[in-house]
T-cell receptor, first 115, second 115 residues
Framework: AQSVAQPEDQVNVAEGNPLTVKCTYS??????LFWYVQYPNRGLQFLLK??????LVKGSYGFEAEFNKSQTSFHLKKPSALVSDSALYFC?????????????FGIGTKLQVIP | GAGVSQSPSNKVTEKGKDVELRCDPI?????LYWYRQSLGQGLEFLIY????????KSGLPSDRFSAERTGGSVSTLTIQRTQQEDSAVYLC?????????????FGPGTRLTVL
């Protein structure tokens, strides 16, 4: 069975500081990893994904994530946080066995950027 | 371009009544998913459609829940004899295909409140 852990319910960071939102995963085959963001009263919005290749993935709004196979992690990062980055962030994993594979989402991490 | 749309945005109903939630995916997307989001619970997978068929219904919580998709497009999630524990935000998502490498595009959700 596959799983995703987001160990922090909430992350607080000052505006302009770097931010990290943590994610670890467990999957049988090759992991396909995703980050989504949810703003209040909105659906989830895709940020970035890792399928294969370079371990550092760049996505929307200046976000990036680093795939670390040995640590089974896919932490989301941004060099300089904005107040507008405050939202709920979800990590997700799918098994890259081919064809349809169910998505497993983490429970989400609330990011609060303090002005 | 049009994204995933859902209707209604809010639904308040009385316990025991039936409700229908509608999802209109992105044109050309063959895969469609329904999720349920409860406070502090993350995203709970309900059902997946490929075209008009539902190869994975494993997440439907009881036989009160059913869904259909017609014309490979619009999908309806029906909850019969609603219970208070059905109160949640119901999210619909679509993707170009069901391949694990494809990100999902989410609608804004329907907030269901069962009194």
């Amino acid at each position: 069975a596959q799983s995703v852990a987001q160990p922090e319910d909430q992350v607080n960071v000052a505006e302009g500081n770097p931010l990290t939102v943590k994610c670890t995963y467990s999957v049988s085959g090759n992991p396909y990893l995703f980050w989504y963001v949810q703003y209040p009263n909105r659906g989830l919005q895709f940020l970035l994904k890792y399928i294969t290749g370079d371990n550092l993935v760049k996505g929307s709004y200046g976000f990036e994530a680093e795939f670390n196979k040995s640590q089974t992690s896919f932490h989301l990062k941004k060099p300089s946080a904005l107040v507008s980055d405050s939202a709920l962030y979800f990590c997700a994993v799918r098994d890259g066995l081919g064809g349809y594979q169910k998505v497993t989402f983490g429970i989400g991490t609330k990011l609060q950027v303090i002005p | 371009g049009a994204g995933v749309s859902q209707s209604p945005s809010n639904k308040v109903t009385e316990k025991g009544k039936d409700v229908e939630l509608r999802c209109d995916p992105i044109s050309g997307h063959t895969a469609l998913y329904w999720y349920r989001q409860s406070l502090g619970q993350g995203l709970e997978f309900l059902i997946y459609f490929q075209g008009n068929s539902a190869p994975d219904k494993s997440g439907l919580p009881s036989d009160r829940f059913s869904a259909e998709r017609t014309g490979g497009s619009v999908s309806t999630l029906t909850i019969q004899r609603t219970q208070q524990e059905d109160s949640a935000v119901y999210l619909c998502a679509s993707s170009l295909t069901a391949g694990a490498e494809n990100e999902q595009f989410f609608g804004p959700g329907t907030r269901l409140t069962v009194l």
